[in-house]
Each structure stands twice: as C-alpha cells, then as structure tokens.
C-alpha cells in the first residue's frame, strides 16, 4: 500500500515557480519514492550509482543534456562540483521546475545549494512519516508506545521486517556509507557508543564533556560528531529562547532523535512493552510531539523556529515556536491524568510575556481534552489540532 505523503501539494507548487527544488532528509525517509511519484513523466538519475557518478564527473555538461527537459537527480551530494554546471545549464532554458535534487546530507547539500544555486532553488525537507499520514493510510497504532517502539521510517510499515532488525541493518549501513562520507573516523566502535549515549540523553541538555568523559574522547570529538548527526538527519536540537536573540546560540540546546523507533533501538528497547515502564519513556513521547510538530511545518513549506524554553528558578516549556508576533507554546506530558501542575509553566510564561499574542497546548496521554486558562489540552493522537 502507498503512503501519500502530506508534502505533495506544496512541492508541485514550487517546482511551477523554482528553476530546481532539493527534497532534504534521512535516508529512507521516502525521497525517492516521493519525488518519481511525484513527478513520473521526468528522467531519473540516481548519483549513489557508480556509473552514473562517473558520467556525471567526467562529462557533466553533456550528463545534464542527456536528462532532457525535466530530471529527478538523487543524492546529489555525491557529485558536489555538479552544482555549479546545474547552475548554468537551468540559468540559460530560464524554465521553472528543471530538476528536482534530493540528498540526505544536509550539511554537503546546504553547501553546495548556498554557493551555487542560490535564489535558483527552494528547499524542502522530508523527515520520516507523520502520524497525521499513517492515519490516513490506516497504518497508524492506538497504542503510543507501539508508534514510539516502530518509530516511523516507511519501510518499517511497508515491508514485513521486524523494527530491531531494519534498525539494526539501517545503523550498520548508516555507519559505514553515511559517516565516513562525510568524516574519516576511525575507531567506529566509539562511534556506536557514542550514538547509544545520545539515545539515552533524548529531552536533556547537550553536554559535551560529559559524552566525551563517556566515550574517552575529548570534548572536540564529540562536538565534531555530533555536527555529523546533526548533517545527516540523526539528530536535531532545540535552542533555548531568549528575548535578546544573541543568548538563543550561546546557551546549550536540547538533544532530539528525528524517529523515536532509531533511538529505542539504539537504547537496546526490543519490544513496546518494554516502553511500559522504561525510564526514557517519557522523553520518547517528548520527541514524538515535537518531531510531529517539525514534520506538519515541513510538510507545508515551512521552517519555523522552534525552541524550548527555561528560567534560572526551573520554569520551563517543552517547546516553543517563535512565529513573529505569536508565540506558540506547547509542553507535553506522558501521564494520563490531568494535573495542574502540567499548566504551571505556560502559565508562568503567559504572566511574563505581554508583548505577543500566545497559543499554549498542553499535549497528554490522557483522553480528556479540555481548555483551561486559555490553555488547550488535547490527547496525543490530535497533535495536528496545533495549528501554526
């Protein structure tokens, strides 16, 4: 059964505007598929294969006549001085829509992107599927920690494979393509370890000393590791948010996996009842909620900005999207039983700040939706309700 996937409409309306438009995520978050769906009348050409590679570097100029009027290009990172010769061939047929880029490093694609396509191009990121599109393909769980456990790569709900034995193969493959592509590691057994800690400090502020005392790196290691997570669409932090925009990237930020399925496998979770009474449970429903808040904004065109928000007396809010004149907050919450201390710290927010216009949610475990104090509650399942 095909997934639709929610970011159609808005990538068919771009590429009618964009000489070329990159789709940027994950590996097997379902690029591919999306765009050959998406746009089937063009030509594919798939930069992972050696041959291709090699006809596009040894002769880019007549690779790119060959692919006609309309080209699907994937994983373009591969050939990176390739760039610079899409710049000139969509720039002399002045036509929307020309290519269609997919790549699944960020950090060698925003590079390239940056240095010779800019304001050619739109771009757009394709994170793992929302809960929102397995519903509608009746693929979704009732049961949270069953969506938490399975995580949400398309080929975990598309094929028979049990989730520890894709995410087990996905890591392997990860590790030896996708690393070493982008940095020269050598011992890859700490590298492992250093992923499985990540997993385990999901929701907490980054600490690199700490990660490095772990591992038996220095502090500089890890940082240029995690650069390698962050690029590769592993990880993702939240900054935390200041009035003074200065203090938003001088503080630390909160770790997030982008599927929660990697992380429990990475912290060795083999089923979703282990999920009953596991310490990280609570920080996986944590990641969950804000993954699937990035996902519907991507999914729709946009790149908000998302922080978490905390005061030097322990007041905070799980996470907080700046949207200009409108702050909106959310905090989470895995019991399933309404507490007034859930609203405490959007409360506490709302008496602070006067300038702005606020949405605050509370997402729970609980089947009780209710509005208090101008504070929504909803259950997880209609974390699509947070409209922004």
């Known amino acids: 059964m095909i997934i ?22 994950p590996r097997q978050s379902g690029k591919t598929t999306l765009v050959q769906q998406t746009f089937p009348n063009y030509a594919y050409a798939s930069l992972e294969d050696s ?7 040894k002769d880019p100029r007549g690779f790119l006549e060959s692919l006609g009027n309309g080209a699907i290009l994937d994983e373009a990172q591969r050939v990176p001085h390739l760039f610079s010769y899409i710049q000139t061939h969509v720039d002399k047929l002045k036509k929307p829509g020309q290519f269609i880029i997919t790549g699944s490093s960020n950090y060698l694609m925003h590079q390239e992107i940056s240095q010779s396509l800019a304001g050619r191009v739109a771009v757009m990121r394709l994170l793992p599927l929302s809960m929102s599109e397995l519903q509608d393909s009746k693929f979704a769980s009732q049961k949270l920690n069953s969506l938490l456990f399975r995580g949400f790569y398309p ?96 503080k630390t930020p909160k770790l997030y996996f982008y599927d929660t399925g990697l992380a429990a496998f990475l912290l060795g979770i083999k089923n979703e009842k282990q999920l009953n009474d596991h310490y990280v449970t609570g920080h996986l429903m944590e990641n969950f909620v804000i ?8 999914n729709k065109g946009e790149l908000p900005d998302f922080y978490y928000w905390r005061d030097k007396t322990g007041n905070e809010i799980d996470c907080l999207i700046d949207k200009g004149l409108t702050k909106i907050l959310v905090e989470i919450k895995s019991g399933k039983t309404l507490n007034s201390d859930y609203f405490k710290g959007m409360q506490y927010y709302k008496s602070l700040d006067k300038r702005h216009r606020i949405n605050a949610w509370l997402v729970y475990n609980g089947e009780n939706e209710t509005k208090t104090n101008s504070i929504h509650a909803i259950n997880w399942k209609n974390i699509q309700d947070i409209d922004f």
């Open 51 to 57: 041959d291709v590679r090699h006809n596009a570097e």
């Open 155 to 250: 080929p975990v709900y598309e094929t028979n494979i049990h989730p520890s034995d894709w995410y087990g193969s996905y890591i392997q493959t990860y590790i030896e393509r996708d690393v070493r592509q982008i940095q020269n590691i050598g011992n890859l057994s700490n590298f492992q370890r250093f992923l499985r800690l990540c997993a385990g400090r999901i929701g907490q502020l980054v600490n690199y000393s700490s990660l490095g005392n772990d591992c038996g790196v220095s502090h500089h290691t890890i940082k240029s590791w995690m650069s390698i997570l962050e690029s590769s669409f592993i990880v993702h932090n939240l900054q935390p948010y200041f009035v003074n925009f200065n203090k938003r990237i001088t």
């Open 4 to 25: 639709q996937r929610h970011i159609v409409k808005k990538l068919l309306a771009l590429s009618k505007k964009f000489k070329v438009v990159s789709v940027m995520g």
């Open 291 to 298: 993954n699937e808040l990035m996902k519907n904004a991507y």
